[in-house]
């Protein structure tokens, strides 16, 4: 018979096969733990749209896509060019006031700010394009990652703040409300409504535009006509011809001849064109220039700002 303190030698095997199996398991268990809660903390990547357009990059699109977004400390955003349209993503130093566009002051044509946003300094991505014809030295992407939480709102210093983005910035390991996939769709139906206004604004611009009245572009501070309409016109020699921008955000320049070294700048007399070089300078929202045309003949004309896009014309003037 065998003693009460005496185990049994099978009793013993499956002791022994148990604890060997447990000393496996638990190692194995508290490793997918650790790797799970390395997973559920390690910093995030994510990606905003700058701009947008059409595919004959008629319309372009003034935002941020998303707008919005959600992120944690630790995570980086990368901005990525959308538009042949120039842009910046630009984060204003504590106190400073956002100013007008000047395409002379390198702190806003170039890069500012090192690749980590410290919550209160002036950080700039510098011009922003899809194209390489702009003008300007352009990028196509600028990535800055988040270190301190808060709401960081930015700006396109070209555009203003008819364009400007928040970031929102929560303690790490928060619960993301959305995710990229959800921002992307989100983006696609922004796009998709931009074109529509654009294409709108375009069907109501032929409706305004004549042989004497030309519309210089147009927008509504999201989608922007890069287009002069009625583009080709005829007149006869003394006639008069106004170009009237009709937007509400985006300048543009009327110029005959060769591009002026500073196009921002009127060049010759509107009130007798015989032709050669004319130019409006840089045309605000709302603002005309008129054009008498004393010669026959046909003169060419760019928006010395947008050509690149397409936006150029030409008129007729026949005796």
């Known amino acids: 018979m ?3 303190l005496t185990t049994h030698p099978m009793t013993r095997l499956v002791r022994g096969l148990v604890a060997s199996v447990a000393a496996l398991v638990l190692p194995l268990s508290l490793s997918s733990f650790a790797v799970a809660g390395d ?7 994510w990606t905003i749209q700058v701009g947008s357009e059409s595919p004959d990059q008629a319309i372009q699109g ?6 919005n977004i959600y992120i944690n400390t630790g995570d980086t955003i990368t901005w990525e060019a959308n538009s042949a349209e120039i842009h910046t ?3 204003l130093a504590r106190g400073q006031k956002l100013q007008p566009f000047n395409p002379f002051n390198p702190k806003q044509l170039s890069r500012q700010g090192s690749s980590a946003y410290d919550g209160h300094s002036y950080y700039n991505s510098g011009i922003m394009a899809n194209v390489s014809n702009t003008g300007f030295k352009a990028v196509e992407d600028y990535a800055l990652k988040f270190t301190h939480t808060g709401t960081f709102t930015y700006y396109c210093v070209v555009h203003g703040t008819a364009m400007k983005g928040t970031v929102h910035v929560r303690a790490a390991g928060t619960d993301y409300p959305y995710s990229q996939d959800q921002y992307d769709h989100q983006t696609r139906k922004q796009e998709r409504k931009i074109v529509r206004d ?3 604004q375009w069907e109501a611009a032929r409706d305004q535009a004549s042989n004497h009245q030309v519309i210089a572009g147009t927008d509504n501070e999201t989608a922007m006509l890069m287009r002069f309409v009625h583009h080709e016109i005829v007149v006869h020699v003394g006639d008069t011809v106004t170009f009237r921008n009709a937007g ?3 300048p543009h320049t009327v110029t005959f001849g060769h591009e002026p070294a500073n196009i921002f700048a009127p060049v010759g007399n509107p009130k007798n064109f015989t032709g050669g070089n004319l130019s409006s300078g840089l045309m ?8 008498t045309f004393n010669k026959a003949g046909e003169f060419a004309y760019i928006c010395a700002l947008h050509d690149y896009m ?3 014309g030409e008129v007729e003037v026949r005796s």
């Open 62 to 67: 003034m935002s941020f896509l998303p707008s």
């Open 39 to 45: 997973e559920e903390s390690s910093p995030e990547s």
């Open 2 to 4: 065998t003693s009460p």
């Open 198 to 200: 654009g294409e709108e």
């Open 310 to 312: 397409g936006m150029i």
């Open 89 to 91: 993503v630009t984060f």
């Open 248 to 250: 509400m955000g985006a």
């Open 284 to 291: 605000e929202p709302g603002t005309k220039f008129t054009v």
